[in-house]
């Protein structure tokens, strides 16, 4: 899937990024359109991320790729990106992922850490559907 395009999501991606996060039980806590990005295989939206600004650090998450679409790539092309990105729109701010799936971030520069800002303890702890034990805080270590 060399052909996967990333880009801004816009407002009319919005009903498809909904759906998905409630379907894969992602976390679509306050939530916005603008916050996404989108990746898209010959015109069609396949898989969707975001970057949130968490104070004087910053999160990547809601990574989401539609079922049929996944194990092609279109994943690890979407966090590469956002991992770019984040690097650019906040240089100095450290980079955390929430998420019960560490072996996917790990690859890219993440390390599991206890010691991270308090609202990525209260989203681990309280702010997810799995239970608390199975969630990890990951930081990008460069």
Aim: hydrophobic share 40%; proline share 4%.
């Amino acid at each position: 899937m060399a052909d996967i395009k990333i880009e801004k999501a816009q407002e009319c991606d919005w009903p498809y990024i909904k759906e998905k996060l409630k379907k894969y039980v992602l976390d679509g806590t306050d939530a916005q359109w603008h916050q996404f990005f989108v990746a898209k295989f010959d015109g069609k939206t396949v898989g969707f991320a975001r970057i949130i600004e968490r104070g004087n650090a910053i999160e990547i998450a809601s990574v989401g790729v539609d079922y049929y679409q996944r194990k092609k790539g279109v994943g690890k092309n979407l966090l590469k990106f956002l991992i770019e990105k984040a690097k650019e729109l906040y240089p100095n701010k450290p980079i955390f992922g929430v998420t019960h799936r560490p072996g996917f971030l790990a690859p890219f520069g993440f390390k599991e850490v206890e010691d991270a800002p308090e609202v990525f303890k209260h989203k681990k702890n309280y702010g997810c559907v799995l239970h608390h034990s199975k969630i990890k805080i990951m930081r990008l270590i460069d």
